[in-house]
């Protein structure tokens, strides 16, 4: 299971922390991402890493957010700097090796 929080409303050009944690023991992740799904858009990837801490991001959310994790906690967090009215949407935490999904946070910019 997983427990997503930080999301809100926030003016364009601020900043919001997203965290997720994964519940359960014994658990070993490989990688962990962020995705968003916007009204009326498909749900896109905004920022994989990997356990060695390599990461992605797409092009929209370079030089302005930051995907980090802890490994022993199996947490993941996305900073998120410089908002934009388009980074609006519904905020998904995924671990691909288990295919699970967060319950989604949403994240509000106004401008």
């Known amino acids: 299971q997983l427990v997503e929080s930080g999301g809100g409303l926030v003016q364009a050009g601020g900043s919001l922390r997203l965290s997720c944690a994964v519940s359960?023991?014994?658990?070993?992740?490989?990688?962990m991402a962020w995705y968003r799904q916007a009204p009326g858009k498909q749900r896109e990837l905004v920022a994989a890493?990997?356990?060695?801490?390599?990461?992605n991001y797409t092009d929209s959310a370079k030089g302005r957010f930051t995907i980090s994790r802890h490994n022993a906690k199996n947490t993941v967090d996305l900073q998120m700097n410089s908002l934009k009215p388009e980074d609006t949407a519904v905020y998904y935490c995924?671990?691909?090796?288990?295919?699970?999904w967060g319950q989604g946070t949403q994240v509000t910019v106004s401008s």
């Open positions: 995924y671990v691909p090796d288990y295919d699970y």
């Open positions: 359960g023991s014994g658990i070993t992740i490989a990688a």
């Open positions: 890493i990997t356990t060695g801490g390599g990461t």
